[in-house]
């Protein structure tokens, strides 16, 4: 153990030990509202210690996928992200197009095409008290970085499936707290970890009268032998943003393919879809990552292999979501780089 | 509206920026361990963006008062964030010892003999997953500043007592989420916004089959006709530090002085305790912090003044923060100030 009495550092030692302390952690650009700019440097990509979002977890986020110097589904992202502020109830001063031009002018300045996005609006800096009333500024901060696989994923998605358990020990969230995407995620952390303890990767849960809810940042959704799609209602999880778009396609191209018969909405008993009464499972989110369960609570779900719905889905998904097909064409923006 | 369109910030033009956006904010202090050391210059008081504190949630944190040179009731509040911290499965290499002397060593490089004291452990830098894996090295951080009244009192404690509302429309957390003090706090943030907006101060959450729970961040306390103290049992709220030295009070002080006849924390319906059922109501919190409750949802509490038992435990905890009487002999620590 170091010696653990601490001395006053200055500020040419702050700056050095902030950089020798970064690897090459991959993040490419932070736009931050409270210094009105960009910063390149990853040493520097910090926010006040009184932000409300770091010590009262009043802030909310979303993200978005940029894939060929195309920002990805961000009028979707961002419309949650207006409806989580109203609901956290964080007073700030910005349209939609106001964020879609700080999301953008920050993808400019990573200078990359293609990386992942994660964008927040917080009540911001002004103390340490429960109340937004110190607070004299809201604050946005966005950060585009490499695309990683969301962890627990050996590789990237769809290669292998996933193994997943029902998560016994950890409480769900009280449904405001679900349908807000705020940094109140330490629930969603505890769920994955009782997950991987348990053998499985990312956790099942379902409420008390035993209906399917979500995973720990993911949506749940089943194949069944009917090639009905099936999902749990947004009440009291998440409004995934992917899940969404996978209803959609399911509806539109697998439905011209004959992947799939129907799409259904609806509340879902565990017991309804466990095992061979259908035919595949799989967790998605992040715009491009769809897990197929290939097995739950060590039962084999339907032949235990990535089925042509996962197959199919993935292959949509990251195509859009590379820029390589349109997707919804109306959800797409276009980062203007610097020449 | 400014123009969005964000620029590249060097490293100067963010340390300026930095120093233009803080005014006093009185924070005199701040430990890292990311860093091995103290600030001083309240603009340089950052988390790193990726300290999974500030974006999952994941990180625990406590307080204390610095009364006279000496930490207050160090050992209680450390002991709560080392439970924190294990209920919230943050791995982390310190004892107590350990923290003990990074919290002294921060209150010395303060160079204030008075002030709030505020620290966090947290899963650290590494990443945006949910994953603490990806999370090399936990983190500690301490804050010592300013004092300053709870948001809401529109001055000192005791100076006027508050009105209180029940607050209907913000859930409760779950048991495991109320019972470790973590950064999750959106709900307690909502509760006190609830709470002012139907012209209380900080709320008063009341469960589903009518049982009084606590407050936005304080515990709830009851003194009937009968002068015992009544406050609700631990499980599913927090384990409050302040109210359990306030049991400890009346039952030794309080008793001798005959204000007190006994302490009773046992499960108080919310329609036991109102109107002229009970001679006084308070909430407490913050070691020193003890407001009285003068009506609640808009009926008199007792007979609508501070009772003597606010007056007297209000007396006994500020002299106890402030280093003027002894309080438990154990739980103080002296800070060593360098000549």
């Known amino acids: 153990m170091k010696d653990l009495k601490p001395r006053v550092l200055s500020e040419p030692e702050v700056l050095e030990r902030l950089k020798t302390k970064r690897g090459q952690p991959g993040y490419l650009a932070m736009f931050s509202s409270w210094l009105g700019g960009v910063i390149t440097d990853p040493a520097l990509m910090q926010i006040p210690l009184d932000d409300h979002l770091v010590h009262r977890g009043h802030g909310v986020f979303d993200t978005c996928t940029l894939g060929d110097g195309k920002l990805y589904r961000l009028n979707t992202h961002l ?110 952390v505890l769920t994955h970890m009782e997950a991987v303890d348990r053998g499985g990767t990312f956790g099942i849960l379902v409420d008390d009268l035993g209906y399917v809810a979500e995973s720990c940042v993911l949506n749940v959704a089943f194949i069944t032998q009917e090639k009905v799609l099936r999902t749990p209602p947004f009440e009291g999880i998440l409004l995934g943003a992917t899940i969404r778009r996978v209803m959609d396609l399911a509806a539109s191209t697998l439905s011209e393919e004959n992947l799939i018969s129907d799409v259904d909405q609806s509340p879902i008993l565990a017991s309804e879809v466990s095992g061979d009464q259908i035919s595949e499972m799989f967790l998605c989110g992040g715009d491009t990552h769809l897990y197929p369960v290939l097995s739950w609570d060590k039962i084999p779900v339907g032949q235990g292999k990535i089925g042509p719905v996962a197959k199919r889905l993935t292959e949509l998904l990251e195509a859009e979501g590379t820029g390589q097909t349109s997707g919804d064409p109306d959800d797409f923006i276009d980062v203007l780089y610097d020449q």
């Open 79 to 188: 419309d949650r992200l207006l409806r989580s502020a109203s609901l956290a109830r964080i007073e700030h001063p910005w349209t939609k197009n106001d964020l879609i031009k700080m999301v953008a002018g920050t993808a400019a300045a990573s200078n990359v095409r293609d990386g992942s996005v994660r964008y927040w609006i917080t009540t911001g800096p002004g103390g340490f008290s429960p109340s937004p009333k110190e607070c004299p500024e809201a604050c946005f901060y966005c950060v585009i970085f490499d695309p990683i696989p969301l962890a627990g994923s050996k590789s990237g998605p769809l290669s292998e499936g996933i193994n997943e358990v029902t998560v016994l020990d950890t409480p769900m969230k009280p449904p405001l707290l679900a349908t807000i995407k705020s940094n109140n995620y330490l629930l969603n």
